[in-house]
């Protein structure tokens, strides 16, 4: 079986940074592809980092610069490094697992964290 469990969510000022980090266990999670999405009320869940078992990387645009996903396999853990947060970054936070190991869409990934509430404030 595969869990995620996510954590480092908090309150912070516009500008601040943060710290997520899924905890993943199971059999071969360190060749999954992985992936960081984010939702807020109203709105659908949306895509923020992936990445590969080779470490590539990939981001949506309004995270470039800002947001930096990495995975520590020795530790079992997937990070998303967050800096220069702003308001619109207000949402929960989501690990997310993909056993094929490849870029895919939302629906592609079959394992999910139950998420870390991440708040900026103005």
């Not at 980090?21 to 659908?44: D, N």
Request: aromatic share 12%; charged share 20%.
């Amino acid at each position: 079986q595969v869990q995620l469990t996510e954590s480092g969510g908090g309150l912070v000022q516009t500008g601040g940074s943060l710290r997520l980090s899924c905890a993943t266990s199971g059999r071969f999670v360190s060749i999954f592809l992985m992936g960081w999405f984010r939702q807020s009320p109203g709105k659908e869940r949306e895509f923020v980092a992936a990445i590969r078992s080779d470490h590539k990387t990939n981001y949506v645009d309004f995270v470039k610069g800002r947001f930096t996903i990495s995975r520590d396999n020795a530790k079992n853990t997937v990070y998303l490094q967050m800096n220069n947060l702003k308001p619109e970054d207000t949402a929960v936070y989501y690990c997310a697992g993909n056993r094929a190991g490849i870029d895919t869409t939302i629906g592609g990934y079959e394992y999910w964290g139950p998420g870390t509430q991440v708040t900026v404030s103005s």
